[in-house]
T-cell receptor
């Protein structure tokens, strides 16, 4: 089955800095890659996603890049704010059939004011 | 649209007891998923429904676990003869077809 590795496990930045979280996946059949933000006591919330026919996608301060050849994808957050502090999860989904995502282990992002 | 709701939010039980969790998906979402999340891990898939049909179960779902979605609306997840290893956050998510999954706040289970 699919295996998703996520790094780093913890990321500490100063407000205004950029943050980058990287993930790799193993199944070349994966074609949908969502990123989730999970705040304490809440369920994960989708913040951005990318499909395999696109190399990059941007939404305001958040961007995701995908390298299908290398089987890795990354989340970039610019101009970080304290409210960006949360746990971020990447996921990879094999297309067709069940469409069940495999999640990484998460990155705890801490943005210091 | 009130989002996905889960009840109870917290459950403490003694080993060997049975527990049942409920998930109310976003109305008109035909797919409903159950996940388990332990500390320091991402959500792990347990099972999913399309309407009332349970289409896939993970090998994580032992025979002590059972899930139902009568009438294709809310869903229940029951754990029989709970074990300490069952302690986790149980997350429910729903989606319309193969679109974005919306997660509920989860039910935190503690087995003493």
């Amino acid at each position: 089955g699919e295996n998703v590795e996520q790094h780093p496990s913890t990321l500490s930045v100063q407000e205004g800095d950029s943050a980058v979280i990287k993930c790799t996946y193993s199944d070349s059949a994966s074609n949908y890659f969502p990123w989730y933000k999970q705040e304490l006591g809440k369920g994960p919330q989708l913040i951005i996603d990318i499909r395999s026919n696109v190399g990059e996608k941007k939404d305001q301060r958040i961007a995701v890049t995908l390298n299908k050849t290398a089987k890795h994808f990354s989340l970039h957050i610019t101009e970080t704010q304290p409210e960006d502090s949360a746990v971020y999860f990447c996921a990879a989904t094999v297309g067709g059939g069940s469409y069940i995502p495999t999640f990484g282990r998460g990155t705890s992002l801490i943005v210091h004011p | 649209d009130t989002g996905v709701s889960q009840n109870p939010r917290h459950k403490i039980t003694k080993r060997g007891q049975n527990v049942t969790f409920r998930c109310d998906p976003i109305s008109e979402h035909n797919r409903l998923y159950w996940y388990r999340q332990t500390l320091g891990q991402g959500p792990e898939f347990l099972t999913y429904f399309q309407n009332e049909a349970q289409l896939e179960k993970s090998r994580l779902l032992s025979d002590r676990f059972s899930a139902e979605r009568p009438k294709g609306s809310f869903s229940t997840l029951e754990i029989q003869r709970t074990e300490q290893g069952d302690s986790a956050m149980y997350l429910c998510a729903s989606s319309r077809d193969f679109n974005e999954q919306f997660f509920g706040p989860g039910t935190r289970l503690t087995v003493l």
